[in-house]
């Protein structure tokens, strides 16, 4: 990463350090990166875009290829980033990930904006209410929906919450005792893995 960097030699390589733990790739600082699955390719990306700390990060797919703890890591790198006060433009086709990620979207059609704004402006459905009620009894859930109908509001779905699968899986290794870099660091090999 040395040659992306205009500040000292020393400063580089501490920052080199920092960012490659930051991507969590540090069992494979040695390895030459041909050697380096398509997923620790897009992380050590990400790495050398931040080597002079900009303001603006622009990232093109930076979570393609990559299995679901390597996507979930890259989005909380993302959200770092912002919590620094960064700039990240993030190009995806992945929309669950950056309805995850962005506070504002832009779409674009052959180059063409079509929309753009804040997530929750362009998304909430601002004539619906969602309640999430725990521990209700089922006679206290006909109560309260006879309610909703005497003051002339209409109920459109009765339902439990779900979860995404992503977050099934995260939360199952996590159960496991199996942390996500350890697996990665196990598993970095595509050969091994079938996957990023």
């Given amino acids: 990463m040395d040659s992306y960097s205009t500040s000292p030699k020393k400063e580089r390589m501490l920052r080199a350090n ?14 030459p990166l041909r050697q380096y699955s398509k997923g620790m390719l897009r992380r050590i990306g990400i790495a050398q875009a931040l080597i002079n700390d900009p303001d603006l ?11 679901p703890i390597g996507t979930k890591e890259t989005k909380d790198i993302i959200a770092e980033l912002k919590k620094q006060g ?16 962005c506070d504002r979207i832009a779409i674009l ?24 009620i725990r521990n209700l009894s089922d006679e206290a859930m006909k109560e309260v929906k006879s309610l909703i109908e005497e003051k002339q509001g209409e109920i459109i779905s009765v339902k439990n919450p779900s979860n995404t699968l992503e977050n099934l ?19 970095s090999d595509k050969n091994k893995t079938g996957y990023d």
């Fill in 18 to 31: 920092r960012l490659i733990e930051l991507v969590g790739l540090e069992f494979a600082r040695k390895r």
């Fill in 109 to 132: 059609e052959k180059g063409t904006l079509q929309i753009s704004g804040t997530i929750d402006n362009l998304l909430s459905h601002k004539d619906i209410v969602e309640l999430q």
């Fill in 57 to 67: 990060i622009i990232l093109d797919e930076p979570t393609s290829g990559l299995d």
């Fill in 169 to 187: 899986f995260l939360k199952i290794v996590q159960e496991r005792g199996m942390s996500p870099k350890s697996i990665l660091s196990r598993d």
């Fill in 86 to 101: 960064k700039t990240v433009l993030l190009c995806s086709h992945l929309l669950s990930d950056v309805q995850d990620v």
